[in-house]
């Protein structure tokens, strides 16, 4: 993986924002290592929706066109592993993967991700990405309407019922949480339903759901459940490298500028890492803006050199 002179850059992360921006570098002639673990967010969804032109293909079919036509631009490589290590060094940035291979790069994109903290709810778990949801926008039109829960993990519980009421019967299952007399009005003139009982399980023949058990026996029938998950980095590196981050109500991403520069000089970061919200659309659109920057960058420090 290395080499006897730095990268123009290294793309830690090869989903839709690493390879976005990666794009953008290989077209520009820029020599561009991409190191990609193979985890990505959407990794658990069979069909991605609401992608420009490509609604309904599957992430796994999508990234594998994108590597496959970046493996066509001399100037970039790809490489699987997983980056444990990234620091600063003279002329740039170190990284170091679990099995010890070595990399530098002028610049760095951190293209890492996050992941979802699921609800320790049994049978919600293997059904996530397929009946258990998380963006209406992605897989709601899917549903086809009836009856949709909405399970409250924070903050967002009832914006979210209200949202998601545009793509069926919502029941919010309030799950402990208690709502205020405003946010109960809200709803209602939502026609969201709000069943206060804790959940206990999901129940049916996965990954389709018959219904939600609830702590007093009933079983309440939903098609699908919408749960906003809190989220953490994927990756250690953003903190390892001293990059700030700002506070969502679902967790942490890392705070950038408009042209996706950390707060660590050098160091890029894009896609569901370093933004909110977040889908594959907003991901890409991340990952060419990292990649344009980036670019400058470089023209601006080589023209002053």
């Known amino acids: 993986m290395g080499n006897s002179s730095p990268h123009d850059a290294v793309i830690i992360g090869g989903s839709f924002a690493g390879l976005s921006a990666a794009m953008q570098l290989a077209r520009a002639r820029r020599h561009v290592l991409v190191i990609d673990a193979g985890q990505p967010r959407n990794r658990f969804a069979d069909h991605s929706h609401g992608v420009f032109a490509l609604d309904g293909r599957s992430g796994d079919g999508l990234l594998a066109e994108a590597r496959a036509q970046l493996a066509a631009y001399p100037t970039i490589r790809l490489a699987r592993g997983e980056v444990v290590q990234a620091s600063a060094v003279d002329g740039g940035f170190l990284v170091e993967t679990a099995t010890g291979e070595r990399a530098t790069g002028r610049r760095l994109i951190l293209a890492t991700g996050i992941a979802d903290q699921l609800p320790e709810v049994p049978g919600l778990a293997p059904r996530w990405g397929k009946t258990v949801l998380h963006c209406p926008y992605c897989h709601g039109y899917e549903i086809g309407g009836g009856p949709i829960g909405v399970l409250a993990t924070g903050p967002l519980a009832a914006h979210q019922a209200s949202l998601i009421a545009d793509w069926g019967n919502v029941t919010l299952f309030a799950n402990g949480m208690d709502f205020d007399a ?91 890492a370093a933004r909110a919200p977040q889908n594959i659309t907003f991901a890409t659109a991340d990952g060419v803006t990292a990649g344009v920057g980036l670019h400058h960058q470089l023209i601006a420090d080589e023209a002053a050199a």
């Open 182 to 272: 405003d946010i109960r009005a809200m709803l209602a003139r939502r026609s969201v339903t709000i069943e206060p009982v804790r959940v206990e399980a999901i129940e049916g023949e996965a990954a389709a759901i018959a219904g939600l058990r609830l702590a007093d026996g009933r079983l309440v029938a939903v098609k699908a459940l919408f749960v906003a998950a809190p989220t953490r980095m994927a990756s250690p590196l953003a903190e390892m490298l001293g990059c700030a981050f700002d506070s969502t109500p679902l967790g942490p991403i890392i705070r950038t500028d408009a042209w996706k520069l950390t707060t660590v000089a050098g160091v890029y970061a894009a896609g569901d």
